[in-house]
């Protein structure tokens, strides 16, 4: 619809208005046509974000009165909010300038439900004003390539003279229309970005980052020099911001940081912390054990689907619904929280599939498949994460201390199988802990029992409990993502959503950041 606006009423030789720096395809439209731009810069007299990048009103008359191409301009086209800087474009400007130029006027509103901007009402009173709305930010259909543009009726029957009849598909149509027939939950997310958008904000303030105007579904972030490395190390854990530097010099050292969700958000907070403010100064580390020192996927989960499939088949479960008892779904319960005995978590399976079992003979199969006759079942093919070089450098640097679920035999059994005497000295084990994780207790007895402080000590470990204990217990939450999870599939949400403060790809990157 935009590129039909410029083809439909662009007159030879008639200039352009844009601001600057903005969304390239209107300066690139006009210049494909042979029409001059007049580029009107971004930028007010004063301080902050709103101001850097504002728009000055006499600049802005001047470039609709004269410059290149003489006299009134052929087309004016603006974005508010605008792209990149989020600038928001007072609306008695648009009404001036629609009041003193004859040409079209387009008001791009693709950001605008953002802001609360709409300027359709000014359509019946000027019939050379363009009001487009793109799906692609506010429904989230971007892939679909599909908006709407609003005119006088006029304006419409000759833009489709020039339109592709078939410019927009039938999948476009109908996600389009779906999502707009759900106003309440529009409104939801649109409110829900406002917010996170505002934490944001004030999160980059409290690590000494400038920010631009609040006003689109995404904010431009000052980090200077380091811009290109912010970019990459996010781009290392799945998050993609724009590193804007080199596209104008007003953008130099300025990043596009798209708003996400709350959970989304605080791990682009945490990600950006890691990278820019470095690891805190501690004495102590405490250190959980199953997905954080050893890979537990072909043992303890292994254990929990053998158990809950064998006490399916013995109760006359459907094959289904055995078969459906797999490594995705215990993952799905481990998310959960407040499952991190493996007991709880086979015997909340067989509650959910509604076969409920005696939990004396859950715990005495578990046991018997995990640990074979003399610890030569399934514990016996652990694999041990940890780095010999690595684990040597932490007990060498850190007082450790294991904070585990296991029962102190099977923790005691495979510290001495796997680690060093100084890592697998401190233990704090099942039978130790009054209340199991996300209960704090296991990690102050910890802390107790090597005489360090919560103040200068982390936790680090790969479940929802683990964090929620470090944070109860005051503690550095250092989040690590177990073997067979990764950026994508939503387990860093889940860690930083349950406290984490940081999170790491495994136990080894916790180590190089803390012990550079």
Known sequence: GLRA????????????????PGYDMFALWARLLGNPVRAVELGCPGEGGEARFGLDPKRWRAALRDGVGGGEPGLVALATPHNPTGTLVDRA??????????????????????????????????????????????????????????????????????????????????????????????????????TERGRFVAEMAALGFATGPEHANFVVVHFGERAASVTAALAAEG??????????????????VAIGSSAQ????????????????????????????????????????????????????????????????????FKARGGLNNDWDCAEAILDDLGHPWPRDEIVELFQRTYLGTAFDGLIAIERWILAAETEAHLTAALAVAIVTGRPRAE??????????????????????????????????LALELIGATAERAAYAGDSVDDMAAARAAGLVALGVLGPGDDWGDGTAERLYAAGAHYVFADIEEVIRWLLP
């Open 5 to 20: 606006i410029f083809d439909t009423w662009l007159m030879p030789g008639k200039a352009v208005v844009v601001l600057e």
């Open 93 to 194: 400007l648009i009404e001036e300038t629609l009041a003193s130029v004859s040409c079209p006027v387009i008001v791009d509103e693709t950001y605008g439900a953002f802001a609360g901007v709409d300027t359709a009402d000014l359509i019946d009173r000027h019939p050379h004003l363009f009001v487009v709305r793109s799906f692609s930010k506010l429904y989230g259909l971007a892939g679909l390539r599909v908006g709407a543009v609003l005119s006088q009726a006029r304006n419409i029957t000759d833009l489709r003279r020039v339109l592709n009849p078939y410019n927009v598909n039938r999948a476009a149509v109908a996600a389009s229309r779906a999502c707009m027939s759900r106003p309440d939950e529009t409104r939801r997310h649109v409110e829900a970005i406002r």
């Open 239 to 256: 998050i993609l911001i724009r590193d804007r530097s080199g596209g104008h010099p007003s953008l130099e050292g300025w990043c596009r």
């Open 265 to 332: 958000m605080s791990r682009v907070v945490g990600a950006i912390r890691k990278v820019t403010v470095g690891p805190p100064s501690l004495d102590a580390l405490l250190l959980d054990v199953d997905g954080t020192l050893v890979d537990v996927r072909g043992t303890y989960h292994q254990a929990i689907i053998r158990s809950v499939r064998g006490l399916l088949d013995e109760d006359g479960a459907s094959t289904p619904l055995i078969e459906s008892v797999d490594e995705a779904m215990v993952a799905r």
């Open 411 to 444: 923790a005691l059994w495979t510290l001495a199988r796997h680690a060093s005497a100084a890592l697998g000295r401190d233990v704090v084990a099942l039978e130790d802990m009054p209340r199991q994780k996300p209960a704090p207790d296991g990690l102050i």
